[in-house]
């Protein structure tokens, strides 16, 4: 089973930008961190970023029918976006939204995201560290129930 995993704008930046807010770790590292968890999950990974609104819907439009589970960041999008709140509910996935930063302890508009109550969890605060916890959860929900 496949796992999409999907970061929005400027997350390209991670390691250089705002470190104390972000954390140091990089988007290739971030990569690697998720390459390792699908590894150890028996998943495989489809890990991408973009800056385009209208390319991470494309991105959420072909995880459908590739992936059994979506995990994003969407990033400053998560905050403005309509259209890919109606992508990730057409995508029919099983999503994690994840944020690096808690969001709920910074400026009041990174408070009310798009995404939060048409997913099936949300993880913040937690680091490069919530990619982890996302992928465990995906794998926990996608799991084919033994009966
Ligand atoms: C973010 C939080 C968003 O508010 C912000 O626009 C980002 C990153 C996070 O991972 O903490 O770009 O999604």
Redesign the pocket.
Known sequence: PTVTVLN????NLLGTREPAV?GTATLEDLRDLCARTCEELGLVLDFAQTNGEGELVELVQRARGRSTGLVI????Y??TSVALRDAVVASELPTIEV???N?HAREEF?RHSFLSDVVSGVIVGCGAQGYRFALERIAELTRPSRS
Request: proline share 6%.
């Open positions: 929005g704008p400027n997350l972000y960041n969407a990033a400053g998560t905050h944020h690096l930063s969001v990174r």
